[in-house]
């Protein structure tokens, strides 16, 4: 079945440590998009890439890396600059141009800071 | 200016009621507009697309006012079911694709 797969569904980091979230796609899509989401808030737009080995910062880039190696994978990597991580993290893909297209999620992960 | 704005609600409402949500955008070359629907703890999913012309979906009627930069969604004789979080979508220059903070409906019995 095709869809977008996030691993792994809760992780726990202490402080001061990097962690990274996976994100893999096998609907050949194009567009790639991370976001956080805090508790009663809406989506906020952490990265974006419209293509391999290319990628642009959203809203909230600061504390926050990623890669775009290959098209199915988009790792989100979040460091100990980003003073507090722990929020649902949001995944997602979009095909072709992006215009007037369906954007397609994964299930989040759930990070936790202790 | 936040990019794109909600009222976050919540919106409760009884079954059967008609409710209407509005979301305004602030940058005027946005192409694309969505309503996305998410429930408690589970990612967002694509409720409609919104068109230029305004669309139905049984229940559901989105519109566009390009002039005032708002996207519109009516839901007509509200079921339990309807109970979510509504988030609006606007794409916005290349690939940018921005949610709103999304406004909570509770449907009561």
């Known amino acids: 079945d095709g869809g977008i797969t996030q691993s792994p569904k809760y992780l726990f980091r202490k402080e001061g440590q990097n962690v990274t979230l996976s994100c893999e796609q096998n609907?050949?899509?194009?567009?790639m998009y991370w976001y956080r989401q805090d508790p009663g808030q809406g989506l906020r737009l952490i990265y974006y890439s419209q293509i391999v080995n290319d990628f642009q910062k959203g809203d909230i880039a600061e504390g926050y890396s990623v890669s775009r190696e290959k098209k199915e994978s988009f790792p989100l990597t979040v460091t100990s600059a980003q003073k507090n991580p722990t929020a649902f993290y949001l995944c997602?893909?979009?095909?072709?141009?992006?215009?007037?297209?369906?954007?397609?999620f994964g299930q989040g992960t759930r990070l936790t800071v202790v | 200016r936040k990019e794109v704005e909600q009222d976050p609600g919540p919106f409760n409402v009884p079954e059967g009621a008609t409710v209407a949500f509005n979301c305004t955008y602030s940058?005027?070359?946005?192409?694309?507009f969505f309503w996305y629907r998410q429930d408690c703890r589970k990612e967002p999913k694509l409720l409609m697309s919104v068109y230029s012309s305004g669309n139905e979906d049984g229940r559901f009627t989105a519109q566009l006012n390009r002039a005032s930069q708002y996207i519109s969604l009516l839901i007509r004789d509200s079921k339990l079911s309807d109970s979510a979080t509504y988030l609006c979508?606007?794409?916005?220059?290349?690939?940018?694709?921005?949610f709103g903070t999304g406004t909570r409906l509770k449907v009561l019995a």
């Open positions: 940058n005027s070359a946005s192409q694309s």
């Open positions: 609907l050949n899509h194009d567009a």
């Open positions: 997602a893909s979009i095909e072709g141009t992006g215009w007037n297209t369906e954007a397609f």
């Open positions: 979508v606007v794409t916005s220059g290349t690939y940018k694709y921005i």
